[in-house]
């Protein structure tokens, strides 16, 4: 199907962006990738009477490290991520979740703020997001505000930005020393969304015990979500394969999951503890290397 009609604007500037964005108000959508947007458009899900494109917009795609945090633009693409060496020595996780995003077409297009903004509940990075403990830098005509990732994701295709706001810039802590995470996935075959995506971060103290646990859940309900249930069963525990089994069967407890052609909610949940163990295990040898 062909889009509604609709205006165009490259802006040059991020303010320029938020202006347009502040004049346009609801009648206005943002595009950056363009992998969510334009597709609901062909099929006349969505039907902006402006479109903002921020692919022209500068100093919005940067990946750095400032203090020990790792700082990446929200128009930075899975691709940049996936290939950063920074992201491979300071933060695997991130690297590491994108590389599994959909095809080499969508990982050259697609970009992290993007994808966050959308909030699919399919989407690979807000687990990673969540586990990493990140925060979002959200820009408007009046300024700036900093979001964390657990109140940023609000519910299914919905997050705590509201009309007129941008977001710009992804921010979290680097991995520190005896740290180890992982990303895995059980894969749509057609389209390479989650059916299930869980994210791992393990740190261990010097004597071996778990110092620190955070495991994000993507595909299983509405939104992304902590695992918190997992996470209290291994804090300061010795890990082996059967406490990590033990705590894994967690992994969907508190959650309603989600239902449709791909995936009952009762395989889903199944999943979610046979993915979280599988991602647990990996990020507990990475830590002890």
């Known amino acids: 199907m062909i889009p509604s009609a609709f205006d165009y604007f490259a802006p040059r500037s991020l303010d320029e962006a938020l202006t347009l964005l502040a004049r346009h108000g609801p009648e206005a959508k943002l595009l950056a990738g363009g992998h969510s947007l334009l597709p609901m458009?062909?099929?006349?899900?969505?039907?902006?009477?402006?479109?903002?494109?921020?692919?022209?917009?500068?100093?919005?795609?940067?990946?750095?490290?400032?203090?020990?945090?790792?700082?990446?633009?929200a128009m930075a693409t899975h691709a940049d991520i996936e290939h950063s060496?920074?992201?491979?020595?300071?933060?695997?996780?991130?690297?590491?979740?994108?590389?599994?995003?959909?095809?080499?077409?969508?990982?050259?297009?697609?970009?992290?703020?993007?994808?966050a903004a959308h909030a699919d509940?399919?989407?690979?990075?807000?687990?990673a997001l969540l586990a990493l403990d990140a925060e979002f830098v959200l820009a408007s005509r009046q300024g700036a505000r900093t979001v964390a990732a657990s109140d940023f994701f609000v519910d299914m295709l919905t997050t705590a930005l509201v009309p007129g706001e941008i977001l710009t810039e992804v921010r979290f802590a680097a991995d520190g020393a005896r740290t180890g995470s992982a990303?895995?996935?059980?894969?749509?075959?057609?389209?390479?969304?989650?059916?299930?995506?869980?994210?791992?971060?393990?740190t261990l103290d010097a004597g071996g015990r778990c110092a620190g646990v955070a495991v994000g859940i993507t595909g299983v309900a509405p939104k992304a979500y902590r695992?918190?249930?997992?996470?209290?069963?291994?804090?300061?525990?010795?890990?082996?394969?059967?406490?990590?089994?033990?705590?894994?069967?967690?992994a969907a407890r508190g959650v309603e999951p989600l239902a449709d052609l791909h995936a009952s909610a009762r395989y889903r949940a199944a999943m979610a503890t046979v993915f979280t163990r599988r991602a647990l295990a990996a990020a507990l040898e990475r830590a002890q290397k």
Request: hydrophobic share 45%.
């Open 41 to 73: 458009m062909k099929l006349r899900l969505a039907a902006p009477r402006v479109v903002i494109d921020l692919g022209r917009v500068p100093g919005l795609a940067y990946i750095r490290e400032e203090g020990g945090r790792i700082v990446i633009g």
């Open 85 to 115: 060496e920074l992201l491979k020595r300071r933060a695997p996780l991130l690297a590491e979740t994108a590389a599994e995003i959909g095809d080499v077409q969508v990982r050259n297009c697609g970009t992290l703020g993007g994808t």
């Open 121 to 127: 509940p399919a989407a690979d990075y807000p687990a």
């Open 183 to 202: 990303y895995r996935k059980l894969h749509q075959p057609a389209s390479g969304f989650a059916i299930v995506g869980v994210a791992t971060r393990v």
């Open 227 to 250: 695992a918190t249930g997992v996470e209290r069963g291994l804090g300061g525990q010795s890990l082996d394969s059967k406490r990590i089994a033990e705590a894994a069967a967690q």
